[in-house]
């Protein structure tokens, strides 16, 4: 299936975690991601995907079996090891107030007519979106379409980033699930991060090199110093992000901005990341403010006010 490009915005929860990904699990997961981001925009969900919150707040997605390659074929036998894979992997989540253990997916279910159900616990939707240890933000078709789970990760870590990251060799070990695996160091280094450096040259707009720091003659930690690519850049990307340098001043009125703030308890980055939406609503329709409240008093029977407001929008801008 064809991947649309966009900005995914994904939680360090994610781009951290402790375990050896294989590309289709991390497909997965990126695709993960972009539902639930396009949920919380007030996106409508077509070509297959679907998402149902239960009684409990869990969910239930529907995926195509092709939307996990990138040529649209279905590669049923690694599907399935990637859902297995998955099912037997948990994540590691303390925000300082809690620890708690989550299981990234559960109840998966493949049907050879064409698409795969996994149910995810409200826990890990909230991972997904958390973004209280930071977060990362990448090109989905660039990191879909990379063909190492290394490359990934690395591009996961260091996209948009300016300055050098340090890892130990033990760290790097821990997050890809190496820790027995590839024990001469000169070899991790060559199956993971030249691996890495190679596929990310040529095909993604971050890329990078590295240097080896040592502690007598052992080298203990890896420096990893990001540059960019422009040439391999996404020219509607860069629009975008040159739109989002500007104020959301710039575009909405003081008072059409203060009542979103007010009314539905919109931040500015929020605002921002649908700026289009309320640009087109500010313009377009007759009294937007009036309009808007009347929205208002339908979405207080609503999970989520927010998705609600930016799905009507869109559905009073197509009328």
């Known amino acids: 299936m064809k991947v649309k490009n966009k900005e995914l915005i994904q939680s360090y929860v994610l781009t951290s975690a402790k375990y ?3 590309v289709h699990e991390k497909r997965i997961l990126y695709r993960l991601v972009e539902i639930a981001q396009s949920q919380i925009k007030g996106k409508e969900l077509n070509n297959g995907f679907s998402i149902q919150e239960d009684l409990f707040g869990d969910y239930k997605v529907t995926l195509p079996l092709s939307s996990l390659n990138k040529e649209g074929s279905r590669e049923t036998t690694k599907i399935k090891k990637a859902l297995t894979d998955l099912r037997n992997k948990t994540i590691e989540f303390d925000d300082g107030k809690t620890w708690q253990l989550m299981g990234i997916i559960e109840k998966p279910k493949l049907v050879y007519a064409g698409h795969m159900e996994i149910e995810v616990h409200r826990a ?3 991972a997904i979106l958390n973004f209280s240890k930071g977060f990362k933000k990448f090109e ?10 290394y490359s990934m990760r690395v591009y996961e870590m260091i996209v948009n980033q300016k300055t050098p990251i340090d ?5 790097l070990r821990e997050m890809w699930g190496l820790e027995n695996k590839y024990k001469d160091t000169n070899d991790f280094l060559k199956r993971t991060l030249d691996v890495a450096q190679k596929e990310l040259e040529q095909s993604s707009p971050w890329s990078f090199t590295y240097k080896k720091i040592k502690e007598g003659n052992k080298i203990h930690k890896i420096r990893i110093i990001p540059h960019e690519i422009p040439e391999n850049s996404d020219p509607e990307i860069e629009k975008t992000k040159t739109q989002k340098q500007t104020s959301i001043r710039w575009d909405l009125k003081k008072e059409f901005i203060t009542f979103l703030k007010s009314k539905f308890d919109f931040n500015e980055g929020e605002i921002q990341r649908n700026r289009e939406v309320f640009t087109r609503c500010q313009n377009e329709i007759d009294d937007p403010l009036f309009w808007m409240n009347g929205v208002k008093g339908r979405s207080r029977t609503k999970a989520n006010p927010k998705g609600y407001l930016i799905k009507s929008i869109k559905l009073e801008l197509e009328s």
């Open 124 to 126: 890990i939707y909230e």
């Open 167 to 171: 890892f130990t060799l033990k760290k």
């Open 140 to 149: 989905l078709k660039t990191a879909f379409n990379l063909e190492s789970t």
């Open 20 to 22: 050896k990904f294989s």
